[in-house]
T-cell receptor, first 114, second 114 residues
Framework: DTAVSQTPKYLVTQMGNDKSIKCEQN?????MYWYKQDSKKFLKIMFS???????INETVPNRFSPKSPDKAHLNLHINSLELGDSAVYFC?????????????FGPGTRLTVL | AQSVTQLGSHVSVSEGALVLLRCNYS??????LFWYVQYPNQGLQLLLK??????LVKGINGFEAEFKKSETSFHLTKPSAHMSDAAEYFC????????????FGTGTSLTVIP
């Protein structure tokens, strides 16, 4: 009954590969997010997405793309992985229209690019 | 535009001592403010939130925070630190009118000394 789940928990891959991280929320929320947390623990928003609007942080390389098959899922696809992509990636969700905007986070995916 | 600044990237307290983690915000509109905690190798968990109701907000695990508009602050406190409080703490701000953009601080790592 996990609220926000991510798979895989750990991902180790070679430079140049393409990989995806999956995220699912069972909270019925209307908005989902992807964050990148670097080695200094700094959290940076990458995307926010609901069924109407995708907001992209302009600093995110276009090698990163969110894909949402339905309201409960927002997967992160990364092309041509680079060493600097190594980080922990967090998915989150919220019900924006509820007025409190609390974001609920998944457990994270630790990506290591060799 | 909105942002938060967390003063002190590392804070150490003795077990049983007062915990004070500082957060100052900048916002062009009355904000919503949040404190999240991240235990090692885990995702972020909501501690408490301010959504324009009571200025003194009580959260989980004995933590509380006070919204002070005159000081643009939302400091997190706990009267008596416990060993289990050792974690990374993040302050965040969002615009209630748009709701889907969280701005996180750079985090404060709390160490509790036995």
């Amino acid at each position: 009954d996990t609220a926000v789940s991510q798979t895989p928990k750990y991902l180790v891959t070679q430079m140049g590969n393409d990989k995806s991280i999956k995220c699912e929320q069972n909270l019925g929320h209307d908005t989902m997010y992807w964050y990148k947390q670097d080695s200094k623990k700094f959290l940076k928003i990458m995307f926010s997405y609901n069924n109407k609007e995708l907001i992209i942080n302009e600093t995110v390389p276009n090698r990163f793309s969110p894909k949402s098959p339905d309201k409960a899922h927002l997967n992160l696809h990364i092309n041509s992985l680079e060493l600097g992509d190594s980080a922990v990636y967090f998915c989150a969700s919220s019900q924006v229209l509820a007025g409190t905007d609390t974001q609920y986070f998944g457990p994270g995916t630790r990506l290591t690019v060799l | 535009a909105q942002s938060v600044t967390q003063l002190g990237s590392h804070v150490s307290v003795s077990e049983g001592a007062l915990v004070l983690l500082r957060c100052n915000y900048s916002s062009s509109v009355p904000p919503y403010l949040f404190w999240y905690v991240q235990y090692p190798n885990q995702g972020l968990q909501l501690l408490l939130k301010y959504t324009s109701a009571a200025t003194l907000v009580k959260g989980i695990n004995g933590f509380e925070a006070e919204f002070k508009k005159s000081e643009t602050s939302f400091h997190l406190t706990k009267p008596s630190a416990h060993m289990s409080d050792a974690a990374e703490y993040f302050c965040a701000v969002t615009n209630p009118n748009t709701g889907n953009q969280f701005y996180f601080g750079t985090g404060t790592s709390l160490t509790v000394i036995p």
